[in-house]
C-alpha cells in the first residue's frame, strides 16, 4: 500500500503563494501518477494538478499559469507551488497516488482571504 501525508496548507492573502507537499511511503515504486484535487466548501472534489513518473503535467484551466507541480523522487515528495492565489482557491487540497494502488491523503486546508 501507498501512505500519503499532505503539508503546507494555511491562511494567506489574495495573491500570496503557498506551497503544498506530499510525502509518499510505503510502495512508492508502484505509484505512477502523483496528482492534487481540491475540494471546496459544497462543491465536488477537482483535479488540480497531475504529474506521471515521466514529468508529464497537467492543470485544471482555473490554475493555469499560476500553480506548478513537480516532484523530489530522491524526497519521495510532490509539490504544489501556488502563486496569485485567489479566494476562490480555498479548499481542502488532497494528495492522491494512482498506479497498483489508488491512495489518498487526509487533506490539508489552504484559506485564501480577500
Known amino acids: 500500500q501507498v501512505h500519503l501525508v499532505e503539508s503546507g496548507g494555511g491562511l494567506v492573502q489574495a495573491g500570496g503563494s503557498l506551497r503544498l507537499s506530499c510525502v509518499a511511503s510505503?510502495?512508492?515504486?508502484?505509484?505512477?501518477?502523483m496528482a492534487w484535487y481540491r475540494r471546496a466548501p459544497g462543491m465536488q472534489r477537482e483535479l488540480v494538478a497531475a504529474?506521471?513518473?515521466?514529468?508529464?503535467?497537467d492543470y485544471a484551466d482555473s490554475v493555469k499559469g499560476r500553480f506548478t507541480i513537480s516532484r523530489d523522487n530522491a524526497k519521495n515528495t510532490v509539490y504544489l507551488q501556488m502563486s496569485s492565489l485567489k479566494p476562490e482557491d480555498t479548499a481542502v487540497y488532497y494528495c492522491?497516488?494512482?498506479?497498483?494502488?489508488?491512495?489518498w491523503g487526509p487533506g490539508t486546508q489552504v484559506t485564501v482571504s480577500s
Open positions: 510505503g510502495s512508492i515504486l508502484s505509484i505512477n501518477t
Open positions: 504529474i506521471t513518473s515521466g514529468d508529464s503535467t
Open positions: 492522491r497516488g494512482i498506479g497498483s494502488y489508488d491512495s
